[in-house]
């Protein structure tokens, strides 16, 4: 038999309801960390290590969700004053490290600029030619896809093949084109690229994706913030009716 009554029992049932939603919550952590780390691996040669970290770190606080919902569910039902209480702090420490990991994620997106700039100028020299390399698939992918040309404009190519001569993915191959092709920085080039440099495009593209890994650490964290207040909540009345003192 319950011994919780009235707002409390009204709580206690609110509590397990939100642990079914802390469930959801850890699933979508994961995969949100997931899909913003897949993305980042299609570019790891131009991103530093602290773009990883940051979905590494929600999929584990996604992880760790799901395995501390089982204490919220379970002591909520069997009104345990112990599970509730390991469940309260659990959760503040995940709501701590959430909200650090959705600031990280906004200071990222502010960094990002700086940080693939210095990236993609030091990869240039290891662009090649002749020989593929994983910098010369990825160069010719990010322009390609981005419809770009060097880091802030085309120019940049010269110090690298010291002529006129630019990477074929500068240039879209005209359609019918046969035999040899040639893309160049001649102004007259209509077959260039139509954006100018890869920095702008390609470090918003990455800083938006920093920008979901913000977003769901933060709103993640404020509804769990309520979570928090509700275990307390159960786990002070239960305490109070069992006439437990101290903490345990």
């Known amino acids: 038999m319950s011994i919780l009554t009235g707002s409390a029992n009204a709580v206690r049932y609110t509590l397990f309801g939100f642990n079914l939603i802390f469930l959801i919550t850890g699933i979508i952590l994961i995969a949100v960390g997931a899909a913003v780390g897949s993305v980042y691996n299609g570019y790891d040669l131009f991103l530093p290590g602290k773009f990883f970290s940051i979905p590494t770190f929600l999929i584990v606080i996604g992880a760790f969700i799901i395995v501390i919902t089982f204490f919220g569910c379970w002591g909520a039902l069997k009104e345990n004053y112990c599970l509730i209480l390991s469940f309260s702090v659990m959760l503040f420490i995940i709501f701590i490290l959430e909200l650090a990991a959705g600031i990280s994620g906004y200071v990222l997106r502010n960094d990002a600029y700086s940080l693939i700039e210095t990236s993609l100028s030091h990869s240039m020299s290891d662009y090649n030619s002749s020989t593929q390399n994983p910098t010369t698939s990825l160069w010719d992918e990010v322009q390609r896809d981005f419809q770009c040309c060097g880091v802030t404009n085309y120019t940049d190519w010269h110090s690298v093949f010291n002529n006129s001569d630019l990477p074929i993915s500068c240039c879209k191959i005209p359609i019918g084109a046969v035999g040899t092709f040639t893309c160049n920085d001649d102004v ?61």
């Open 188 to 248: 007259l080039n209509i077959n260039r690229n139509k954006n100018d440099g890869c920095l702008l495009g390609f470090s918003n593209y990455i800083s938006d994706h920093a920008v979901s890994l913000g977003a769901a650490g933060v709103v993640i964290a404020v509804l769990q913030f309520f979570g928090v207040i509700f275990a307390c909540y159960i786990a002070r009345e239960i305490k109070i009716r069992n006439g437990i003192t101290g903490f345990m």
